[in-house]
């Protein structure tokens, strides 16, 4: 006989999720996503001037701090047809490649780290082999017997105290952690230090943007002018700090991210043969070497791959309603009584529960479950991220892309099938992590150039007024935020917004099935997926942590009757 665990509320994430897992003989035999909380941006935005947007939709999230922002502006600039100078393109990709190191670091660190790394067990680490492991594998400087005995020092206080504060919920001593304890020691050394770590290279942001979280963007280009003498604008001095900020994320992502990530890794290879799921990606590509609007110069190149089928990359086309749609079949929503799916340019946000009265032990998962709509693409469900990002630009023969890719697999001595898996989408973040630090000073160097060679434009004002604009225009902006595809939609009637609607990644991974019955992806990661023991299920948590869930990004208020009942503890 079946059992159903309930996992709610996921920790280590954003926002509010629940998961509900079927559990027979040891194994998930079938497994439903459920995002609990509901916002209502679309709705705020209806009314309001389209210049304005961007302030409103960057508050979607506090992880993602910027990227409903860059999609904001670029829709708007779609709709009226606005080209923005190089050195604006130059200054959102390098807050781009700045969000990117910073979330990425973060999220392997302090969302997902715990999941494979035991904090007590590092307690039993010998201080000097543990040295001899991190000089082995890093030239990080922090990594003498010194160190490490002193940590363990604190972190012996700390847990003999019985306050493990944080880390007080965590399954420890859980069979399916396998690191010896002196690596579980360097991860933990490496958590600490990206704690610190990540208030710095945020500064770039501060810098172009004014603040961070949630920086200042502008319909037409950034605002931030550049004037190299002038004390109060983006000087000699600022754009110095950029690229000593940016060398050192540089360092930090390769002496310190990929080594322990490679250390880690080889101790947990049959992860690289579960959690796959779906095998259909999506991406709809950034960074444009030649701007926005040309997206065969991306860095992160578009396109769509369907069942793990890496020779055909199918084209996306955002614009077409038969391409994409949300769908609302086991959502707490309403559409109109003929609609179906409804592409976003004509998408509707009309909340309506149904679900149980709180409190309640579980979901009717035959009816409407979730708060997330259901995204599909040519009504294929599609993986969105870190790991359809790489997948794209590996099928698409990108020398950068195949250069890191098959360096991990030789390293860790693993067919490319293993990518496929919970562990090829944590091993994707970091791949992409190392490529993005180097387009960051990529970018960074044509910025500089442009500016000594006179040019130091920032916005395009010629459609600042609204008189310039036409009584209707509709358009789309995308990216690619951390956690994958993202896109707004916006519809411009008589200077106002009659439409807005962001389709997010975590909708994507995280959305319940659709009308056909067909699973989203975290739900297809989930199947057959061992679980050692029904009471701390672990492995959930790897294989959903692996696609660094933002359930504030994904739906669109808290409910306040929405408070869930916790079956299991989680960390
Ligand atoms: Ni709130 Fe977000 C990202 C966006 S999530 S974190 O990355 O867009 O799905
Ligand atoms: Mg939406």
């Known amino acids: 006989m079946s059992q159903r665990i309930v996992v709610d509320p996921i920790t280590r994430i954003e926002g509010h999720l629940r998961v509900e897992a079927d559990i027979q003989n040891g ?11 509901v916002r209502g941006i679309e709705k705020i935005l209806r009314g309001r001037d389209p210049r304005d947007a961007w302030a409103f939709v960057g508050r979607v999230c506090g992880v993602c701090t910027t990227v409903h922002s860059l999609a904001s502006v670029r829709s708007v600039e779609d709709a009226l047809d606005i080209t923005i100078p190089p050195n604006a393109e130059l200054v959102r990709n390098i807050m781009f490649c700045t969000q990117y190191m910073h979330d990425h670091v973060v999220h392997f660190y302090h969302l997902h780290a715990l999941d494979w790394v035991d904090i007590v067990s590092a307690l039993k680490a010998d201080p000097k082999k543990t040295s001899e492991i991190a000089q082995s594998i890093s030239n990080w400087p922090k990594s003498s017997p010194g160190y490490f005995s002193d940590l363990l020092k604190r ?7 019985g306050q493990l504060g944080i880390f007080a919920n965590g399954y420890w001593g859980h069979p399916a952690y396998k690191l010896p304890p002196e690596v579980n020691l360097i991860a933990v050394a490496h ?12 500064k770039v942001h501060t810098i172009f943007g004014g603040k961070n979280p949630h920086p200042n963007y502008l319909v037409g280009g950034m605002a931030c002018s550049i004037g190299l003498d002038d004390v109060s604008a983006i000087n000699a001095e600022r754009l110095a700090y950029v690229g000593q900020l940016l060398e050192d994320a540089k360092e930090f992502i390769n002496q310190v991210y990929i080594p322990d990530l490679l250390a880690i890794a080889p101790y947990y290879l049959d992860w690289g043969a579960i959690g796959g799921g779906l095998g259909n990606y999506l991406a709809y590509g950034d960074l444009g070497t030649n701007g926005y609007r040309d997206p065969s110069a991306y860095k992160f190149p578009a396109g769509a791959i369907l069942d793990k089928d890496l020779s055909k990359i199918h084209e996306v086309d955002m614009r077409s309603d038969a391409e994409i749609q949300e769908f609302i079949d086991h959502s707490w929503y309403e559409y109109p009584a003929d609609a179906k799916g409804l592409h976003p340019w004509k998408g509707e946000t009309d909340i309506k529960y149904t679900g149980p009265k709180p409190p309640f032990d579980h979901l009717d998962t035959t009816q409407k479950y979730s708060y997330l709509k259901t995204p599909r693409w040519k009504g294929h469900a599609m993986e969105v991220g870190p790991l359809a990002r ?24 693993v067919p490319a099938a293993a990518l496929f898996s919970t562990l090829g989408r944590t091993a994707a973040r970091g791949l992409e992590s190392i490529l993005v630090a180097d387009w960051g000073l990529e970018f960074y160097d044509k910025l500089i150039g442009n500016i000594r060679n006179g040019d130091t434009r920032m916005a395009n004002m010629d459609k600042f007024d609204p008189a310039k604009w036409p009584a209707k225009a509709q358009g789309v902006g995308h990216t690619e935020a951390p956690r994958g595809a993202l896109g707004h939609w916006i519809v411009i009637e ?3 917004i009659a439409n807005y609607q962001l389709v997010v990644p975590t909708t994507w991974n995280a959305s319940p099935r659709d009308g056909e019955g067909k699973q989203s992806a975290y739900e297809s990661s989930l199947m057959n997926t061992p679980i050692a023991d029904e009471q701390q299920p672990l492995e959930i948590l790897r294989t959903i942590h692996s696609f660094d869930p933002c359930l504030a990004c994904a739906v669109h208020l808290y409910d306040e009757e929405g408070k869930q009942v916790s079956r299991v503890k989680v960390l």
């Not at 958590?191 to 945020?202: D, H, P, R, S, T």
């Open 494 to 496: 008589d200077q106002k």
């Open 191 to 202: 958590y600490l230090e990206a704690l610190e770590w990540q208030k710095e290279i945020v």
């Open 27 to 37: 194994k998930i035999t079938d497994a439903f996503s459920s995002g609990t909380m």
């Open 155 to 161: 972190l012996g206080t700390y847990v003999e105290s």
């Open 390 to 413: 790489v997948l794209v630009g590996y099928a698409s023969g990108r020398e950068d892309f195949k250069a890191v890719v098959d360096s991990t697999l030789q390293k860790l001595n």
